[in-house]
């Protein structure tokens, strides 16, 4: 790998890893990586207001790293961030991520 694809990578991997380094932000991604779910249901797991779980989804949408599908009314988000996923199975073990509600 040259240097500029390095470097490139090296910035993607960092923007990704800030993203999610916050505590609401890492448990959504553990919440989504057991199943696609609407900012309502991921309202009930943080206990967090809604609006500020709609601001961390933007942040962590913003990224790349989940995207939303509307169903109806509402959003259905997921994880769409393949590098994402793989940071999350080497951190946490599967019985350690939130129970499938």
Known sequence: ???E???DKLSKTAEILKAIGHPARLCIICKLMCKDCNVSTMQNCLDL??????QHLAILKSRGIIEGKRKGVEVI???????VKKIINALFE?????ADE
Request: no cysteine; proline share 12%.
């Open 1 to 3: 790998m040259d240097k």
């Open 5 to 7: 694809k390095y470097r």
């Open 49 to 54: 207001p809604q609006s500020t779980v709609s």
């Open 77 to 83: 988000y997921s994880i769409a961030n393949e590098d």
């Open 94 to 98: 599967p019985e350690e991520l939130p």
